[in-house]
């Protein structure tokens, strides 16, 4: 996990960020708030992701995604709710 914002014209949209440890692809995940009030969602630290799912990082964001994956796995185990 690289990032958790809000969406910018829906206040009840959480949107994730994951990327790979060298920080060039990502995958983006979108969910409604009401969504993280149980633990059967809770975000986790990593996920397993089909390299096809996986979308080519922006060069500008490469270097952030990279360095925010290091601290997240340096903190959590992949399993480790976040």
Not at 46 to 65: I, K, Q
Request: aromatic letters at 8%; a negative charge.
């Amino acid at each position: 996990l690289v990032e958790r914002t809000y969406g910018d014209d829906e206040q009840n949209l959480i949107i994730l960020t994951y990327a790979t440890p060298d920080g060039e692809r990502y995958l983006r995940k979108e969910r409604a708030l009401t969504s993280f009030t149980g633990a059967a969602r809770e975000t986790k630290a990593a996920l397993d992701v089909a390299p096809d799912d996986l979308a080519r990082t922006p060069p500008e964001d490469r270097e952030y995604f990279a360095d925010a994956a290091g601290r997240t796995a340096e903190r959590h185990d992949p399993d480790d709710a976040v």
